[in-house]
């Protein structure tokens, strides 16, 4: 079992920064591709960006793209995502996922939700305009 816990989240106004933060304990995560995943009210919960269990493959959906960084720290067994320039449809609550059958390759990251099988409550982040 991994147990996954996200921080960070708040209210800020359009074109600042949040630094999200997913802490991991249980099965070490170390061996896991990671993933951010976002949900607006009333919405599907969408993909944001992934990072592989090395942490030197990352990818991102366009919308994030250039704006939005992923990374990981595997020796505090956490993963950030660092956040800028962020519009008001960023407004969403973001969950971290961990892949568990991604520890056979250490460069290999997906963008599919169903891939993920363990994931933490969210964090809420609202942009204001």
């Known amino acids: 079992q991994v147990q996954l816990v996200e921080s960070g989240g708040g209210l800020v106004q359009a074109g600042g920064s949040l630094r999200l933060s997913c802490a991991a304990s249980?099965?070490?995560?170390?061996?896991?591709?990671m993933g951010w995943f976002r949900q607006a009210p009333g919405k599907e919960r969408l993909f944001v960006a992934a990072?592989?269990?090395?942490?030197?493959?990352?990818y991102y959906v366009d919308s994030v793209r250039g704006r939005f960084a992923i990374s990981r720290d595997n020796a505090k067994n956490t993963v950030y995502l660092q956040m800028n320039s962020l519009k008001p449809e960023d407004t969403a609550v973001y969950y971290c996922?961990?892949?568990?059958?991604?520890?056979?390759?250490?460069?290999?990251?997906?963008?599919?939700?169903?891939?993920?099988?363990?994931w933490g409550q969210g964090t809420q982040v609202t942009v204001s305009s």
């Open positions: 990072i592989s269990r090395s942490g030197n493959n990352t």
């Open positions: 996922a961990a892949d568990s059958a991604s520890w056979y390759s250490s460069s290999y990251y997906t963008s599919v939700r169903y891939e993920y099988d363990y």
């Open positions: 249980g099965r070490t995560s170390s061996n896991y591709a």
